[in-house]
């Protein structure tokens, strides 16, 4: 099988092919392995490679598995391979290895799918676009020294220049959405609790973590849950595997009320500049949901922006803190030597000075901005607004100057710490960390299902998402308006042609 034959389907389409017997999985693996062969060198989405271990899974196979030995990748973030590294983006963790893969490995190696290696994912996955120190950063497909997003960004990287037709990707506060929006791609991101995760960690940032993939098609995204939902025995919720996502596709949903919003309450004081692009975007996407028969109503949910972003940072803080002490456990490496980044360091050591009640009432919150989003779902079955301020960064635009690092790197000083938190420090953090992406992180907050759907190209070349988040549980009506939209608009399943020039 010819590159550019492979790069044609998408995953469900590559399933039939193997299925009807017109071609081999063998070939199908091999042309995955040319692909990135060819095209990571200059991109950097995959982290490290598994093509022996990959060809030998593939043999394993059930005849009848749906995806029938379909290559994929793996985030290089929570997504652990039995003995295989997982560095999660981090110099200190390079050489650790989990003994056992994790359920969301387990439950896609089950559904046919062949994991031939991992994606690049910003250390600790604690960033919106993917520049770790400790590894290459991935090239946006569509343009050249543009970012892809992140943390998922490898992720995105390997789906939008054709090197596998879905990978798998994780979201705690935008890291499907974000990347998917900024790779022309589509990016799902499931109700709290639909998917397992490792029984070491049960649940990662009090369940705004939620795994599943990054796809082409909506179809594809749709069947991988299928397969792989459902949380797991050990699992904090009782969220039983469901059926019936991939039928719900073939037909339209009913008519359905629609708020369209730019997102002004999310981004109240964080000095969010919305683009003319993605407002033209969010406008285009009322007009199609206005002409598709749905009811829609320009109107801002009801929350506090400034409230949820100090509440969601305030838990990133403290689960930083946590994870860093984790991190030295499994290493045997004291915190102050660990080789993480230094906002890294500097954040995690903010995060250790968080009083138990402050990280209580932040998570308080979340439940209030849950609440009001009820409220809100009562009168709208879906709430459409931008995904991202602007289009793709380029890379190096948001990561800590040097300047930035020097004053994070003050927070070594004893007591420096706590007095920073108390000059107000968290408003700081907030507006250089969510600035630019305001408008992910209440559905993770809230649990509510969200989508990034690719409906715009902007002038500069690069893709602009809309997001649309859906009522808390309803994953099937969300995606069922991702097939008609998808329908209406046949947005773009061509590859970027930069990623092929020679």
């Avoid at 071609?23 to 392995?33: G, Q, T």
């Avoid at 599943?212 to 949380?231: F, I, P």
């Amino acid at each position: 099988m010819q590159s550019h034959e492979y790069q044609q389907y998408d995953a469900t389409g590559l399933a039939e092919l193997i299925r009807r017997r017109e071609v081999s999985r063998a070939d199908v693996l091999e042309a995955a392995f040319k692909a990135i062969e060819a095209l990571n060198p200059a991109l950097k989405a995959v982290v490290r490679t598994r093509f022996e271990k990959a060809r030998r899974e593939s043999e394993e196979i059930a005849d009848d598995a749906l995806f029938g030995g379909v290559p994929t990748l793996s985030k290089d973030l929570l997504m652990g391979l039995a003995g295989e590294p997982l560095a999660s983006g981090c110099a200190a963790l390079t050489q650790w290895r989990p003994k056992e893969d994790s359920p969301i490995i387990q439950r896609a190696k089950a559904a046919g799918l062949v994991v031939i290696g991992q994606t690049a994912t910003p250390e600790l996955g604690l960033m919106g676009i993917t520049e770790p120190k400790a590894f290459p950063h991935p090239v946006n497909p569509w343009r050249k020294g543009y970012s892809p997003g992140g943390s998922s960004g490898g992720a995105a990287v390997a789906v939008a220049s054709g090197i596998v037709p879905l990978a798998l990707a994780g979201d705690g506060g935008g890291s499907i959405r974000i990347p998917a929006s900024y790779c022309g791609l589509f990016g799902f991101k499931p109700t709290r609790g639909r998917m397992p995760l490792d029984p070491n960690h049960g649940e990662v940032w009090q369940g705004a973590v939620i795994e599943h993939a990054l796809t082409r098609s909506v179809r594809d995204s749709a069947a991988l849950l299928e397969k792989v939902n459902g949380m797991a025995p050990s699992g904090p919720y009782p969220v039983r595997a469901e059926t019936g996502f991939v039928t719900a596709l073939a037909s339209s949903p009913k008519r359905l009320r629609i708020a369209v919003s730019l997102g002004e309450p999310l981004s109240r004081g964080l000095g969010t500049q919305l683009s003319s692009e993605v407002k033209t975007a969010v406008n285009k996407a009322a007009a199609a949901l206005t002409e598709m028969g749905h009811e829609v109503e320009w109107c801002e949910p009801a929350v506090d922006g400034e409230a949820l972003a100090d509440s969601y940072l305030t838990l990133y803080l403290g689960h930083l803190a946590a994870d860093l002490s984790w991190i030295s456990q499994q290493t045997g490496v004291p915190m102050h030597r660990l080789a993480i980044e230094p906002s890294t360091r500097a954040i995690g050591r903010l995060g250790s000075k968080l009083l138990a009640q402050d990280y209580e009432l932040a998570k308080r919150h979340w439940h209030v901005a849950a609440e009001q989003m009820s409220r809100f779902h009562q009168r709208f079955d879906a709430l459409v607004m931008p995904v991202t301020a602007d289009t793709a960064p380029e890379i190096g635009e948001l990561y800590p100057s040097a300047a930035r690092e020097r004053l994070m790197s003050v927070l070594a000083i004893p007591g420096a710490s706590s007095l920073a938190l108390k000059a107000g420090l968290l408003k700081r953090l907030a507006v250089d960390a969510l600035g630019r992406t305001p408008f992910t992180q209440l559905a993770n907050l809230t649990g509510q299902p969200a989508m990034s759907v690719p409906l715009h190209m902007a002038a500069n070349g690069l893709p602009v998402g809309v997001q649309i988040v859906g009522r808390f549980g309803e994953d099937k009506q969300l995606l069922q308006l991702a097939a008609a939209l998808e329908r209406y608009d046949a947005w773009q399943h061509q590859l970027p042609l930069q990623a092929f020039r020679s």
